[in-house]
T-cell receptor
Framework: EAGVAQSPRYKIIEKRQSVAFWCNPI?????LYWYQQILGQGPKLLIQ????????DSQLPKDRFSAERLKGVDSTLKIQPAKLEDSAVYLC?????????????FGPGTRLTVT | GENVEQHPSTLSVQEGDSAVIKCTYS??????FPWYKQELGKGPQLIID?????GEKKDQRIAVTLNKTAKHFSLHITETQPEDSAVYFC?????????????FGTGTKLQVIP
């Protein structure tokens, strides 16, 4: 079974620029999560999708972050414009059932550096 | 919201010794407590979990304990090996809006010295 795929693996941008991350979850997994992991901290949930609908985006900075999951499969996370404090690893995860959040499978993450 | 605290932030042990990582949570509605291992350059991977109606669970060299009254839970690794070196995260999970929501601890960097 293929795992969660993410790209790019690394990205360096200047502040005020835009950036987008892509995630392909495990086939058949209806629930998709985007987490932000700042160095030395645990992952923090940004947004959670059930199929292509948002079920939790309470911690997403909506003035600069946006995410979509078209057709309930792949997802993209965008930051526009980026700030220095957005430097972090962005993790995508998926699970097969909405009430099985603990059974999450994580991708390798995208390490973003904002200079 | 839920707050999960984790200690220690770093832990060094000799190969073969035991390692213990402790976590506390604040929301009594949390009912599921997974533990993740994150190796360098990789995403977290679930290694063991425990439900709120269970006090202890063991899987080979790894065990977890849960004290609901005190709202704390612990990970125990026995006979540590160099490949156990990684960052470990505890988490607390509860139902919110019809969906499980997971809150992670801050992580413990475990170093096993050969």
């Amino acid at each position: 079974e293929a795992g969660v795929a993410q790209s790019p693996r690394y990205k360096i941008i200047e502040k005020r620029q835009s950036v987008a991350f892509w995630c392909n979850p495990i086939s058949g997994h209806a629930t998709l999560y985007w987490y932000q992991q700042i160095l030395g901290q645990g992952p923090k949930l940004l947004i959670q999708f059930q199929n292509n609908g948002v079920v939790d985006d309470s911690q997403l900075p909506k003035d600069r972050f946006s995410a979509e999951r078209l057709k309930g499969v792949d997802s993209t996370l965008k930051i526009q414009p980026a700030k220095l404090e957005d430097s972090a690893v962005y993790l995508c995860a998926s699970s097969s059932l909405p009430d099985s959040a603990y059974e999450q499978y994580f991708g390798p993450g995208t390490r973003l550096t904002v200079t | 919201g839920e707050n999960v605290e984790q200690h220690p932030s770093t832990l060094s042990v000799q190969e073969g010794d035991s390692a213990v990582i402790k976590c506390t949570y604040s929301d009594s509605a949390s009912n599921y407590f997974p533990w993740y291992k994150q190796e360098l350059g990789k995403g977290p991977q679930l290694i063991i979990d425990i439900r709120s109606n269970v006090g202890e669970k063991k899987d080979q060299r790894i065990a977890v304990t849960l004290n609901k009254t005190a709202k704390h839970f612990s990970l125990h690794i026995t006979e540590t090996q160099p490949e156990d070196s990684a960052v470990y995260f505890c988490a607390a999970s509860k139902v919110s809006g019809g969906y499980q929501k997971v809150t992670f601890g801050t992580g413990t960097k475990l170093q096993v010295i050969p």
